[in-house]
């Protein structure tokens, strides 16, 4: 026998029971399960909001099971940094938490584990065709095209109109959320 066939001979057969069928069950809803991840440029505003916004949405929904939900940054300028203060704030006025969120960067492999990378606007859009290349799978998109006023969200960053973001932010998950169900 070669090295590599030792080394799967030796791999026990799985243990049928209550643990094999849990995780089965665990895996069968993991991998039917809609994944979103949602980009900005620093992961601490626009990308969080949305995040925030859509677990909302779907926990009301009673669909929480059905989705697994997150935010990354296109840049490192933040990573680490917690969801920027007023952003919490505009979360918290609609009484959406977001504790323990920390500002990461997306990676190649986000791409290929989620189903959907909704971008904040053109900008995101571009760094993530220079960081990925094509978007061959089609699962790049922005988030305001789910409205009736496709663009960008706009950015409290340089405006500090959290209303405004908090307005885009809301329209756009409720906009994905129903393409969603209808899908």
Partial sequence: MTYLENKIAAVPEPVEGPASTTIKQFNDQHFNMIKILFICHGNICRSPMAEFVMKHLVEEAGLSEQFEIASAATSTE???NPVYPPARRKLAE???GCEGKTAR???RQDYVYYD????MDHNNLRNLKRMF?????HKISLLMDYTH???DVADPWYTGNFEATW???VEGCKGLLAFLKEK
């Fill in 149 to 151: 006023r496709p663009g």
């Fill in 133 to 137: 290349g094509e978007d061959t799978d």
């Fill in 105 to 107: 960067q997306m990676t």
């Fill in 116 to 119: 959907y990378v909704i971008a």
């Fill in 78 to 80: 933040e990573i680490g």
């Fill in 94 to 96: 609609h009484g959406i």
């Fill in 167 to 169: 307005v885009d932010v």
